[in-house]
């Protein structure tokens, strides 16, 4: 069993949450973390947690009061859709129409619908996934309608992660396009207004650019839980 500092964490706690404005969701990034962590931090009233591995998450579930809110925020295999799906109240990285063919698939046998995001490559890194603009574009405003083809796949809105650099200002022109980007299929895309609302952006490391530049859900691990040991 872990040994939780809980006074260091709420403080923690407490510091991350007066540094965000009020529309702003925080996800806490327990990848990694302890059951005894996410519970402490659940006792201190935070509900949203983000998982970055399928079988973590599985294992952790069920250890773990039922009103959590559990975000996958990795990247997402189709092989690993039937067990993130069930279990998860928002799905972060969804990259491809395969893969959406996969969650539209496991959606419609659960007879339920599924939250997700639309993952952007807005960094310079080949490593990182997502669409690219152009296939942002066809996706969103070609055909077919994506939710004629994925009437069990609710596109809550986009998420991105920026370029790994000590450069604030080119980071913050990668949220600030991503935005545009997410202003622009609100304003203009087939989805409704009060469905795409979600512009996921922001970690530990540059939260305070993203909020500069719109975001509406940050993914915060290290800030809250501190180092790990």
């Known amino acids: 069993m872990a040994i939780v500092d809980h006074s260091a964490l709420a403080v923690r706690y407490a510091t991350v949450k007066a540094s965000l404005p009020d529309h702003i969701t925080l996800v806490a ?16 009233g935070h509900r949203d947690f983000g998982e970055n591995y399928p079988q973590e998450l ?12 559990w975000h996958f925020i990795g990247h997402l295999q189709r092989s690993n ?22 969650m539209e698939k496991r959606a419609k046998a659960l007879q339920r619908n599924v939250s997700i995001l639309l993952q952007v490559h807005i960094g310079q890194e080949t490593t990182k996934h997502g669409f690219t603009e152009e296939e942002l574009k066809q996706f969103t405003f070609g055909s077919p309608d994506p939710i004629e083809r994925w009437p069990h796949c609710t596109i809550r809105g986009l998420m991105g992660m920026a370029t790994n650099t000590s450069d604030p200002d080119q980071i913050a022109r990668e949220f600030r396009n991503l935005n545009d980007w997410h202003q622009a299929i609100r304003t203009h895309g087939p989805f409704p207004l009060e469905q795409f609302t979600v512009l996921s952006i922001g970690m530990s490391s540059d939260v305070d650019i993203a909020v500069k530049a719109g975001t509406t859900m940050v993914r915060i691990g290290t800030a809250i839980f501190g180092e790990r040991a």
Not at 58 to 69: A, G, N, Q, S, Y
Not at 86 to 97: E, F, N
């Open 81 to 102: 859709v039937k067990h993130v799906l069930p279990v998860c109240h928002l799905i972060h990285g969804v990259d491809s129409p395969k893969l959406m063919d996969e």
């Open 29 to 44: 990034v327990s990848k990694t973390r302890s059951v005894e962590e996410i519970q402490a931090l659940y006792d201190l």
């Open 58 to 69: 599985r294992e952790k579930v069920p250890l773990l009061p039922p009103d959590i809110r």
